[in-house]
T-cell receptor, first 113, second 111 residues
Framework: SQQGEEDPQALSIQEGENATMNCSYKTSINNLQWYRQNSGRGLVHLILIRSNEREKHSGRLRVTLDTSKKSSSLLITASRAADTASYFCATGPGPGGSEKLVFGKGTKLTVNP | DAGITQSPRHKVTETGTPVTLRCHQTENHRYMYWYRQDPGHGLRLIHYSYGVKDTDKGEVSDGYSVSRSKTEDFLLTLESATSSQTSVYFC??????????FGAGTRLSVL
């Protein structure tokens, strides 16, 4: 079963606007990661936030983590058409502490020029 | 794609035939993974490997087997392909803190 669940499933915005995607998960984690997938390509790692961190920045990306609510959010500021992609959260470790990630179903972001 | 090559990139096959997908890495990473991606289901783990000859099942392992005889190669076999195995298959390796690096994917159609 999926651990992470992204919300919304789809998001359409105009270039220059901010995009916020949310992820909820069920069990305790060591870290939470966000990945991007452009159409027809493999997933690409964006950012990792550890369970003892509350916020992390990387360029135009800001990730927050609330372990008490078992949720995370990804904010993309000043979006560009090139940000159009699907975004996935992934949590680890997997069941039994294994080196597995459990991925959510993703948020499809469309940035209109 | 971080030194990961999947082959073939596209394959069309018939129901009941065996199919083998190959993942090759040049990074010498210990952990390798096979996922399938389907609309509405996201990315689901099929099998993974934590070393040569060491493999374990994932969430959706029925109908699939894997082998890892060398660090760099991880093979996924569909023993008798079914239409429900039509999907896009991704291989991944993991580095520090289990950050995963993905191949470009194999699009498989089972007719």
């Amino acid at each position: 079963s999926q651990q992470g669940e992204e919300d919304p499933q789809a998001l359409s915005i105009q270039e220059g606007e901010n995009a916020t995607m949310n992820c909820s998960y069920k069990t305790s984690i060591n870290n939470l990661q966000w990945y991007r997938q452009n159409s027809g390509r493999g997933l690409v790692h964006l950012i990792l936030i550890r369970s003892n961190e509350r916020e992390k920045h990387s360029g135009r990306l800001r990730v927050t983590l609330d372990t008490s609510k078992k949720s995370s959010s990804l904010l993309i500021t000043a979006s560009r058409a090139a940000d159009t992609a699907s975004y996935f959260c992934a949590t680890g470790p997997g069941p039994g502490g294994s080196e597995k990630l459990v991925f959510g179903k993703g948020t499809k972001l469309t940035v209109n020029p | 794609d971080a030194g990961i090559t999947q082959s073939p990139r596209h394959k069309v096959t018939e129901t009941g035939t065996p199919v083998t997908l190959r993942c090759h890495q040049t990074e010498n990473h210990r952990y390798m993974y096979w996922y399938r991606q389907d609309p509405g289901h996201g990315l689901r783990l099929i099998h993974y490997s934590y070393g040569v000859k060491d493999t374990d099942k994932g969430e959706v392992s029925d109908g699939y087997s894997v082998s890892r005889s060398k660090t760099e190669d991880f093979l996924l076999t569909l023993e008798s392909a079914t239409s429900s195995q039509t999907s896009v298959y991704f291989c991944a390796i993991s580095g520090r803190e289990n950050i995963q690096y993905f191949g470009a994917g194999t699009r498989l159609s089972v007719l």
